[in-house]
C-alpha cells in the first residue's frame, strides 16, 4: 500500500526553473519572521522569494504527521490573540489576510508543579493577579509591585524595539533617553529584581514558572524577556485552529499576490557580496539568485559563519561581535499518539509545568551534572485538545507533546550519522528518555498509563537536521542582560543589502520573532515602511 501524502507539507518545491525572476527581496529560511517580513512586503508591492530548506514553510511552526496523528513542533501556546486592539493579532491578521483563526485555553491555561504542590496561572489582569494574592496572601504588595515592575519595563520594551530601525543618529538619541527614562531594574537578572521584592522561594517560582518559554532560569535571564513573556501570557493562551501548518498556509498566499514564492527544498549555501555588497544568494544545486537584498532569518551565528566567505570584509567583525552572544538551550521533545479523544482522556487545555522544587538553578545544576537526575524542567502540552477542529480531521485520536532540557553534548557523538539511521545506542538513550519523560506524564495523569499507541522522541540532532541550528537551540539566543546590550542585533547589517530577521534581531516565541519580520519591512519599505509602523505600534 502506498503512503498517504501529507496534507500539512506546506510550500512549493524548489526548481531553479520555477524560479521567476527578478525577485525584489529574497529571504532565507521560512520561520515565521522571514515569513513575515515577506508578507509585509508584498503587502508593500514587493516581489519576494522565501528559500526554505526543509521539506515543509514555517521553521519552528510547521507541523509535521506520522503514523495517523499530527504535532506541532514549536507552537505550544500564543498569547495576545485574543482581541484584534493587541499588536500580536493585528500583525497576524495583518499576514494572514484574517484567515488565521484562534481558540482560547482553558482559563487556567499554565499549572506549574513545585514537587507534589501545584499553583495555576490565570487568565485576566485581574483575575492573574487576585490567584497570585489567594495562594499567597502575605505577599500582596510583593505581588503589586511586580506587576507595577512590568508596566514600567513594558515602555521601555517599546524605546528598546524602536532604536533597531531608526536611523544612527536618532537611535542614539533614543538609547541616550532610555538610559535616562528606564528603571535601574530593566535590565537585571530576574532573579535579581524578584528578590528585591520578596524572599519568598516559592512565589518567585510561581512567578518564574514558565522560564523555559526562553529557556534560561531566573538567575541567568533578563528581567526584560520575563516581562515580555508574563504580560504576553497576562490575558491566557491561544491555539491556531487548525493546527501550526495553518500560520505558513494563510501566509504564503500574501506573499504569492505579489508575484512572490515560497520555496521549500531550497538549501542555500552562501550569500554573494561582491564589491560595495550583496549580489544575491547561491543555491545548493549550483544555481546564483541575483538580487540586491537578501534577508537572513537562519540565525546570526549561521549568517556570520556560514553563509559569508571570509573574504567579505565586515565577517570578522561580526565573528567578534558573536562572541558577546550565545546559542540557547536545546531540547529534547516527545510527540505521543494516543488512540482516543482528548474528552474521553481527560485531556486538558492547561499546559503542565513540572519542577522538582522551587530551587530552579540547583535543581539544572545538579542535572547538567548528572543526567540521571530529576529533569529540572518537563513541560506538557496538549494540542488535540487545544484544536477544536483535531477531532475532525484525526477522529478517534489525541496527541501530547512533552519537552524538558535536552544538552547537545547528550547527541553529539552521533552528529555526523545520517538522520534516521543514527544506529542502536542512539535509539537506546532515546527510549530511555523517552521512558523517564513517559513516567512523568504518568505521575500526574494516571489515567493515561496503558493507552499510549505511539511515541517518538526529537533531539538536538533533530532541530540540526530540519532547521539548521548546529547546537540544537530553539530560542535563537541567550536571553541574558548581555545579550540586550547588543546595538548590532538589528535588522540593518553592516553589508550593504543584507539584513537580519527573525527571533535574534528582538526576541523569541512566535510572536517575538515576527515582531522581527515586521521590523525588517519596516527598515526596508521607506515611506510605506513608515505608514506600517503607525498601523501596528500606535
Not at 521549500?264 to 537584498?293: F, N, Q, W
Not at 519542577?355 to 538553578?361: A, F, G, I, R, V
Amino acid at each position: 500500500m502506498s503512503k498517504k501524502p501529507s496534507t500539512i507539507r506546506i510550500g512549493r518545491r524548489y526548481r531553479a526553473n520555477r524560479l521567476s525572476l527578478p525577485y525584489d527581496v529574497l529571504v532565507i529560511g521560512s520561520g515565521i519572521g522571514g515569513l513575515t517580513a515577506a508578507a509585509c512586503l508584498a503587502k508593500m508591492g514587493k516581489k519576494v522569494c522565501v528559500l526554505e530548506q526543509h521539506y515543509t514553510a514555517g521553521g519552528f511552526t510547521h507541523s509535521y504527521d506520522r503514523n495517523g496523528y499530527e504535532w506541532d513542533v514549536g507552537v505550544h501556546y500564543i498569547g495576545d490573540m485574543g482581541s484584534s486592539a493587541t499588536m500580536g493579532r493585528r500583525l497576524f491578521d495583518y499576514i494572514t489576510d484574517g484567515e488565521l483563526k484562534w481558540e482560547p485555553m482553558a482559563d487556567h491555561f499554565d499549572r506549574i508543579f513545585l514537587g507534589d504542590e501545584h499553583y495555576d496561572l490565570v487568565a485576566g489582569k485581574a483575575e492573574y493577579r487576585n490567584a497570585l494574592v489567594k495562594a499567597f496572601p502575605d505577599e500582596e504588595q510583593a505581588i503589586d509591585t511586580y506587576l507595577s515592575y512590568m508596566r514600567e519595563v513594558k515602555s521601555g520594551i517599546r524605546l528598546h524595539t524602536l532604536s533597531k530601525v531608526l536611523p544612527g543618529p536618532l537611535a542614539s538619541a533614543v538609547a541616550n533617553y532610555k538610559a535616562r527614562k528606564v528603571p535601574p531594574y530593566f535590565n537585571a537578572t530576574t532573579r535579581e529584581v524578584l528578590e528585591s521584592l520578596t524572599s519568598n522561594q516559592k512565589l518567585i517560582a510561581v512567578l518564574t514558572g514558565q522560564w523555559g518559554d526562553n529557556g534560561l532560569p531566573p538567575a541567568q535571564s533578563s528581567f526584560i524577556i520575563h516581562s515580555m513573556i508574563a504580560q504576553h501570557y497576562m490575558y491566557g493562551g491561544y491555539y491556531p485552529i487548525g493546527g501550526a501548518s495553518r500560520m505558513a498556509q494563510t501566509i504564503i498566499p500574501v506573499v504569492q499576490q505579489a508575484g512572490g514564492e515560497v520555496f521549500t527544498y531550497a538549501s542555500v549555501e552562501k550569500i554573494l557580496v561582491e564589491g560595495k555588497g550583496v549580489t544575491g544568494v547561491r543555491m545548493a544545486d549550483g544555481t546564483d539568485i541575483h538580487c540586491p537584498v537578501v534577508i537572513s532569518n537562519a540565525g546570526v551565528f549561521n549568517t556570520f559563519e556560514s553563509l559569508l566567505d571570509d573574504s567579505v570584509p565586515q565577517k570578522a567583525i561580526y565573528r567578534e561581535r558573536l562572541q558577546e552572544v550565545q546559542p540557547s538551550m536545546s531540547s529534547i521533545c516527545l510527540y505521543i499518539g494516543l488512540r482516543d479523544t482528548a474528552d474521553n482522556l481527560g485531556l486538558p487545555k492547561t499546559n503542565l509545568w513540572i519542577y522538582p522544587s522551587e530551587h530552579y538553578e540547583a535543581e539544572l545544576a545538579a542535572f547538567e551534572a548528572d543526567p540521571d537526575a530529576d529533569f529540572p524542567l518537563v513541560y506538557v502540552s496538549f494540542p488535540s485538545a487545544k484544536d477544536p477542529s483535531f477531532t475532525e480531521r484525526y477522529p478517534g485520536r489525541a496527541t501530547i507533546e512533552i519537552v524538558a532540557p535536552g544538552p547537545h553534548s547528550w547527541f553529539a557523538a552521533w552528529a555526523d550519522k545520517p538522520w534516521g539511521k543514527r544506529g542502536d545506542d542512539y535509539e537506546a538513550l532515546k527510549e530511555r528518555l523517552s521512558q523517564r519523560l513517559l513516567q512523568s506524564l504518568y505521575e500526574k495523569m494516571p489515567q493515561l498509563e496503558g493507552k499510549v499507541d505511539f511515541y517518538e522522541l526529537s533531539t538536538s540532532l533533530s532541530t540540526d537536521y530540519f532547521c539548521r541550528y548546529k547546537n540544537g537551540e530553539i530560542y535563537g539566543l541567550e536571553h541574558t542582560p548581555q545579550r540586550f546590550e547588543q546595538d548590532w542585533l538589528k535588522p540593518k547589517t553592516d553589508i550593504p543589502g543584507l539584513y537580519l530577521t527573525g527571533q535574534d534581531v528582538l526576541t523569541c516565541g512566535v510572536v517575538g520573532a515576527m515582531v522581527g519580520g515586521l521590523l525588517t519591512a519596516i527598515q526596508l519599505g521607506g515611506l510605506k515602511g513608515f505608514g506600517l509602523a503607525r498601523k501596528m505600534f500606535l
